[in-house]
């Protein structure tokens, strides 16, 4: 079983449109202009969505507040290649 709260601490927002996971991942979203990097999946909103590696050093974030993070909901299936 997911301990949804566990999860959720080890999310970071570094800005509005990344986060931190677990000090150790990068998340990232941005609009389809603004990429060229391939991303995992988009939601129905225009967003897509990468992870790399979390960069060294680690940049600043702050706990996640309560309209931070996209909700699941919005998001659909469109899973890419996957390349970490």
Same mark, same amino acid.
């Given at each position: 079983?997911?301990?949804?709260?566990? @999860?959720?601490?080890? =999310?970071?927002? =570094?800005?509005?449109?990344?986060?931190?996971?677990?000090?150790?991942?990068? @998340?990232?979203?941005?609009?389809?202009?603004?990429?060229?990097?391939?991303?995992?999946?988009?939601?129905?909103?225009?967003?897509?969505?990468?992870? =790399?590696?979390?960069? +060294?050093?680690?940049?600043?974030?702050?706990? @996640?507040?309560?309209?931070?993070?996209?909700?699941?909901?919005?998001?659909?299936? +469109?899973?890419?290649?996957? +390349?970490?």
């Amino acid at each position: 079983m997911i301990m949804l709260g566990h @999860l959720r601490d080890s =999310v970071k927002q =570094v800005d509005g449109n990344s986060w931190l996971i677990d000090d150790r991942l990068f @998340l990232r979203r941005s609009q389809a202009h603004e990429t060229s990097e391939e991303y995992l999946w988009r939601d129905g909103e225009g967003w897509h969505y990468s992870i =790399v590696d979390a960069p +060294t050093p680690l940049p600043n974030a702050s706990p @996640l507040s309560s309209d931070s993070f996209p909700s699941y909901s919005t998001m659909s299936a +469109t899973p890419q290649s996957l +390349t970490i």
